[in-house]
Each structure stands twice: as C-alpha cells, then as structure tokens.
C-alpha cells in the first residue's frame, strides 16, 4: 500500500526542501514526483511564464502526474510525495476517487507566510528567474486557493503544515514518516 500524499502550496512555502528530506532521511520508504521541476528541465526555467497551471503545460503535467505515481507505487513505495499537483481544478476533480486500495490519495498544504516567501524567493535569484519567482508567488498562492475549495466540496480533508520556520524541517519530515509510512 501507498500513502500518495499531493504538497500542494505556493512558491517557496518549503515543498522541495521537505521533499528533498524526506527523500534523504527514507528513501527505501519515499520517492517524488516533481512534476514541475521535469518541466522545467525538460524545457527551461521559463517554460511556466511566471503562471501557475498554465494551459500548454496541462496535458503533459498530467500524464507526468500518473506515470510517476504508478512507477513509484510499482517499486513500493510507501509514501509517494507528488509536488504541486493537483494544480487546477480539473486535476482536483481527477484526482478524488482516483487511487483505490491498496493506496489512499491524501493532500496537504504547505503553508509560509507571505513575506517569509517573498524572501525566500528573492534568495539567491536575480535578473529574470527573480521575475518569475515573483510573479509565481501570488499566482500558485490564487491557484492553490481554487483546487483546496474544490477539494473541501468534494469533501477532502487538507492537512497543513506551516513551514514559515524552517529551522525545524528534521522534525516534521520525522513527524510526516511516523504519520505516514506506516
């Protein structure tokens, strides 16, 4: 059995930095599915233009989607961590009822303030990939609110974490394992 747990949250809310240590601290247990960081080295930092879910990304967004999740669930992976999907309300609705047992689609929200993102966003970044950081940041922010409204009528239940101090990152992946890797 799987646990696919959807991050969903904004730019620089701490989704990769999670991922990145649960990864690490089990990976016999864990594996990802970043969907969009495949995008972006498949075509380049600026494939996104800055948006969250834009339209020519969908389809090929999606079939990523699947295919990694099925892969990782082949190779038995208990946790499945997929980053920022679903991105729109279509996936929302995709995605509900769509794992069967032996698995269970869970979601989650990765939460930082506001300015905490900004931050991080400007953080090693300049010139044209600041740009587009910055505009990701209230453009995933709208787009995340859409798919939790979707999914709270479809009446799915959202953890949150909040990841505004990173100082702790150790504690939560370990906290997300005894939860979730069960």
């Known amino acids: 059995m799987s646990v696919i747990l959807h991050l ?13 240590r649960l990864t690490t601290i089990a990976p016999d247990l864990v594996g990802a599915v970043e969907v969009g960081k495949m995008l972006r080295a498949k075509y380049g930092e600026d494939y996104f233009k800055g948006q969250a879910a834009p339209e020519h990304t969908q389809a090929e967004a999606w079939s990523m989607y699947l295919d990694g999740v099925k892969e990782l669930a082949a190779r038995k992976k208990r946790v499945i961590l997929v980053d920022g999907q679903p991105r729109d309300i279509t996936q929302a609705r995709q995605i509900v009822g769509l794992w069967r047992s032996p698995h269970r689609a869970e979601f989650v929200l990765i939460h930082a303030d506001h300015e905490v993102r900004a931050a991080r966003a400007r953080a090693g970044r300049s010139g044209a990939s600041l740009t587009l950081a910055v505009q990701r940041l209230d453009n995933d922010y709208r787009n995340c609110y859409v798919v939790m409204t979707e999914l709270l009528r479809r009446n799915e239940v959202i953890r949150v974490f909040d990841t505004s101090d990173m100082t702790n990152v150790n504690a939560l992946a370990e906290h997300m394992l005894a939860e979730y890797a069960q």
């Not at 730019?11 to 930095?17: L, Q």
């Open 8 to 20: 969903m949250g904004p730019t620089c809310a701490g989704k990769s930095t999670l991922i990145s």
